[in-house]
């Protein structure tokens, strides 16, 4: 079983350096740390009396990590869920906020538990993770994946400067669809001609 520190680093390395991507609404970013994170946590690097973009470029791999474990992990009680869940919900949490958790929320309740869609990790969505967990003990981390991928399609379906996030230029399987398919067991990865047909909608 991986450390959270090693779920940490993978992420990190995930993300990559600095990026201010125009199309991005996270803004100016560095190894997955948005600037609105730091604005919200008060990081100012530079110690310059403002958070601007190059404190984000200030920011070190090491306190990228420690941010996503202490701010992430631990605050928003990510480490409360399942362990077969930590890993995918953590990564996806830093990649797109608490629609990680109304992604999970969704989940759960179409496998019937009675619960709100808030973007919280509370004691009952806590409760209702665990107990599906339970139940489809081969197949929940699977579940949560997929809900992920899908989630990343339908959001480039609705935006299309999303779609250079999901498709690649030459027409392959993009960073979004990739990082969500690491968390999902091979037999269920789209094979290149059903992605292919899958957003072929795009043009």
């Known amino acids: 079983m991986k450390s959270v ?4 680093e993978e992420i990190v390395a995930r993300e990559g350096g600095y990026v201010n991507d125009p199309d991005d609404p996270g803004g100016a970013t560095n190894y997955g740390v948005t600037i609105h994170t730091m604005q919200r946590l008060g990081l100012d690097l530079d110690r310059d009396g403002d958070i601007d973009a190059r404190d984000v470029q ?3 791999r090491g306190q990228a990590v420690e ?3 202490q701010h992430y992990f631990q605050q ?5 869920l399942p362990k077969v869940l930590q890993a995918s919900v953590f ?3 830093v990649n ?3 629609n990680a958790v109304k992604i999970l929320q969704r989940l759960l309740r179409q496998m019937g538990h009675e619960i709100s869609i808030d973007g919280v990790i509370g004691p009952i969505t806590v409760q209702a993770a665990k107990a599906a967990a339970r139940e489809a003990p081969n197949h929940f981390a699977d579940a949560y994946g997929i809900a992920r991928r899908n989630y ?4 480039a379906d609705r935006r299309a ?4 996030f999901a498709r690649t230029r030459k027409g392959g399987k993009g960073g979004w669809i990739r990082r969500a398919e690491e968390f999902i067991s091979p037999e269920y990865h789209l094979s290149d001609q059903e992605f292919r047909e899958r957003v072929a909608r795009w043009g």
């Open 91 to 93: 990564d996806m949490y």
């Open 5 to 8: 520190q090693d779920i940490a």
């Open 67 to 69: 941010v996503f474990i």
């Open 152 to 155: 990343y399609f339908r959001l």
């Open 96 to 98: 797109a906020g608490a």
């Open 76 to 80: 928003l009680r990510v480490n409360a």
């Open 58 to 60: 200030a920011l070190s």
């Open 161 to 164: 400067k999303s779609r250079k």
